[in-house]
């Protein structure tokens, strides 16, 4: 059982396209994330939510906008793509809020490819 | 502002030992992790360190001082499947999570 599932895996598209990545979590953990994991390879935060909550809103373009229908989902929409787009975006889940000690989990990474 | 600095990429020989070096400049410290990536994978957690000293864990021992913001992970008896990306975070006093960009660890026959 995938602990962290995220779907999908490849995702190729035309610029000014609008598509979604889809997470799912069954650890039972209350915080979901996104980052986006650019071609140097830093993680950067995107998103967090506890419990349905949104958290943690860094400095996206609003472009972006993520969903959680429940504490184990989050999703995350893109509107009008662009090339500088393209990544690996990586959900991942912890067990609590604010704490120095959450470990996270992530998911196996969707790779977005803006044409 | 804030930052990691680790080295980009270090190469070493099976069997042998490595030490990848991370430092840090945070607003505050709640934490340091070393998380473990494959090529085309998701990052794995390996160790967390919140007070001085050393974490062993198996081959993996991971070290930190708070006093010179800096922390090692010590590969020890190194195999082909070591090979991979090590990201060093640190949790900051607001409990975000910093990222170093990862050290490449290239390990030969």
């Known amino acids: 059982d995938t602990a962290v599932s995220q779907t999908p895996k490849y995702l190729v598209t035309q610029m000014g396209n609008d598509k979604s990545i889809k997470c799912e979590q069954n650890?039972?953990?209350?915080?979901m994330y996104w980052y986006k994991q650019d071609s140097k390879k830093f993680l950067k935060i995107m998103f967090s939510?506890?419990?349905?909550?949104?958290?943690i809103n860094e400095t996206v373009p609003n472009r972006f906008s993520p969903k959680s229908p429940d504490k184990a989902h989050l999703n995350l929409h893109i509107n009008s793509l662009e090339l500088g787009d393209s990544a690996v975006y990586f959900c991942?889940?912890?067990?609590?809020?604010?704490?120095?000690?959450?470990?996270?989990?992530f998911g196996a990474g969707s790779r977005l490819t803006v044409l | 502002g804030q930052n990691i600095d680790q080295p980009t990429e270090m190469t070493a020989t099976e069997g042998a030992i490595v030490q990848i070096n991370c430092t840090y400049q945070?607003?505050?410290?709640?934490?340091l992790f070393w998380y473990q990536q494959h090529a085309g994978e998701a990052p794995t957690f390996l160790s967390y360190?919140?007070l001085d000293g050393l974490e062993e864990k198996g081959r993996f021992s991971s070290f930190l001082s708070r006093s010179k913001g800096y922390s090692y992970l010590l590969l020890k008896e190194l195999q082909m499947k070591d090979s991979a990306s090590y990201l060093c975070a640190v949790t900051n006093s607001n409990y975000q999570l910093i990222w170093g960009a990862g050290t490449k660890l290239i390990i030969k026959p």
């Open positions: 991942a889940s912890s067990q609590g809020e604010a704490s120095g000690a959450n470990v996270l989990t």
């Open positions: 945070t607003s505050g410290f709640n934490g």
């Open positions: 939510y506890n419990n349905k909550e949104l958290i």
């Open positions: 650890l039972g953990h209350d915080t």
């Open positions: 360190n919140v």
